[in-house]
């Protein structure tokens, strides 16, 4: 089944422990990406990656880090989170950005 | 970069009413625009999307319109029924090595029985 799969689906952490959110795609896509959803901000972009070694800053990269090693993964890290990077998270893939994008189920995070 | 605008925010229908969803965008050079419907607890999820060479597309009762020279496209659905209950977001990006796909802050869709 074509999925994207991030893990974990919840956590709650507190300000400053570096925290990493994986998401894995089984579609050979080369597109992926990374956004987060907020009440009345809709979804925003943080990062995305448009090949392995290829990254790039979306609208919101601030106090995110990323990673695009091999084609099927690509690791979101918070190296020292605060309280207002508590939010939903989602990856996402394609082929190109021009596609429909996959997305995963989601994780929420609260930062204390 | 590219600004998305998406109104209304929320919207209460009758089953069996249309519902209309306009999205404005700013950059000329968009030509991709996807729509997205979001259900509780899951990720967006692909319902139609539309190409700046096609000025209309119609998926059962979903259909989307582009108008190119105002910059705005819409999301219609027809014969709305409860399950059509979610949040809808429309989205826009263009063909170029580094592009993002930009969303609207979406849409709350209420279908009452």
């Known amino acids: 089944e074509a999925q994207v799969t991030q893990n974990p689906r919840y956590l709650i952490t507190v300000t400053g422990k570096k925290l990493t959110v994986t998401c894995s795609q089984n579609?050979?896509?080369?597109?992926m990406s990374w956004y987060r959803q907020d009440p009345g901000l809709g979804l925003r972009q943080i990062y995305y990656s448009m090949n392995v070694e290829v990254t790039d800053k979306g609208d919101v990269p601030e106090g995110y880090k990323v990673s695009r090693k091999e084609k099927r993964n690509f690791p979101l890290i918070l190296e020292s989170p605060s309280p207002n990077q508590t939010s939903l998270y989602f990856c996402?893939?394609?082929?190109?950005?021009?596609?429909?994008?996959?997305f995963g189920d989601g994780t929420r995070l609260s930062i204390l | 970069g590219e600004n998305v605008e998406q109104h209304p925010s929320t919207l209460s229908v009758q089953e069996g009413d249309s519902a209309v969803i306009k999205c404005t965008y700013s950059?000329?050079?968009?030509?991709?625009f996807p729509w997205y419907k979001q259900e509780l607890g899951k990720g967006p999820q692909l319902i139609i999307d539309i190409r700046s060479n096609v000025g209309e597309k119609k998926d059962q009762r979903i259909a989307v319109t582009l108008n190119k020279t105002a910059k705005h496209f819409s999301l219609h659905i027809t014969e709305t029924q409860p399950e059509d209950s979610a949040v809808y977001f429309c989205a826009a990006s263009k063909d170029s090595g580094y592009s993002t796909l930009t969303f609207g802050k979406g849409t709350m869709l209420l279908v009452s029985p």
């Open positions: 579609m050979n896509h080369e597109y």
């Open positions: 996402a893939s394609s082929f190109i950005v021009n596609q429909p994008q996959h």
């Open positions: 950059d000329s050079a968009s030509n991709y």
